[in-house]
């Protein structure tokens, strides 16, 4: 398991910070350590606990060849939550979340592939026996496909699990994936309703530095799920079938 952030390091990247006591959700009493200046105060020392629950939660995902989707779209997450996901080789969402990217997979799948075949083709030269203009209309289908579902293209199947960085802002994203029985880990913040989130992360969701920090220990389950996945496939073919007996003719 991935080093855990000291208390200090996660007051020195903001994730004790709250939202104002005006605007807080009651189902996120147990994780509220007080209040300062108007601000709820994020019990850190739940965060500490929950944290590396959810973390071996991620590793175990992985570790069984599942995939975690990283979702943060609002602006501060966009950069890091696409950069960690690449690191890591996971799907990410960090443009508008497209309804029924969950709830109509099957629909999505032939999207996906579409995409991937287009991609194919232009790279092998293939669309070059198309007029110019039909050239024009394939690599601006390529564009938009990108932008929509460039993220999730090499998903084959549905992810096992979504890691979401706000989920106020990916409401859709939650409400699917409790739809599909897709389960959620999730920073959540002291305005927000943690009932759909499967592992919750009591943590500020708005500073980068918070963000980067629970992002990158995500990231971190992740390869280390990968590196377990390698030993568990390594194990197995080591392991030498069993002699069979045959039975002796009379």
């Given at each position: 398991m991935a080093k855990m952030p000291s208390l200090v390091d996660m007051l020195q990247a903001g994730v004790h910070f709250g939202h104002q006591t005006s605007r807080w959700h009651p189902k996120m009493a147990d994780y509220i350590f007080g209040s300062r200046g108007g601000i709820h105060i994020v019990d850190l020392e739940k965060?500490?606990?929950m944290l590396p629950q959810a973390l071996e939660y991620v590793k175990s995902v992985v570790a069984?060849?599942?995939?975690?989707?990283?979702?943060?779209?609002k602006r501060q997450a966009q950069p890091i939550v696409r950069k960690y996901a690449e690191q890591c080789g996971m799907p990410h969402v960090?443009?508008?979340?497209?309804?029924?990217t969950l709830t109509n997979f099957v629909q999505l799948k032939i999207t996906l592939k579409r995409l991937r075949t287009l991609k194919d083709?232009?790279?092998?030269?293939?669309?070059?026996?198309?007029?110019?203009?039909?050239?024009?209309?394939?690599?601006?289908?390529?564009?938009?496909k990108e932008e929509k579902v460039g993220g999730i293209q090499l998903l084959e199947k549905p992810p096992e699990?979504?890691?979401?960085?706000?989920?106020?802002?990916?409401?859709?994203?939650?409400?699917e994936?409790?739809?599909?029985?897709?389960?959620?880990?999730?920073?959540?913040?002291?305005n927000v309703?943690?009932?759909?989130?499967?592992?919750?992360?009591?943590s500020n969701d708005d500073a980068v530095k918070a963000i980067e920090l629970i992002t990158r220990?995500?990231?971190?389950?992740?390869?280390?799920?990968k590196a377990e996945a390698v030993k568990i496939a390594a194990a197995v073919a080591a392991q030498k079938p069993t002699d069979v007996v045959k039975p002796v003719a009379v």
């Open positions: 965060t500490q606990t069984r060849g599942g995939n975690v989707m990283f979702v943060g779209t960090t443009g508008r979340w497209l309804g029924g083709q232009r790279e092998k030269g293939e669309l070059k026996k198309y007029t110019k203009k039909e050239q024009i209309i394939l690599d601006r289908e390529i564009l938009e699990a979504i890691f979401v960085v706000d989920i106020r802002t990916e409401k859709t994203a939650v409400d994936a409790n739809t599909t029985g897709t389960k959620v880990v999730a920073m959540c913040d002291t309703n943690p009932g759909g989130v499967d592992y919750v992360i009591p220990l995500v990231a971190e389950a992740v390869q280390e799920g």
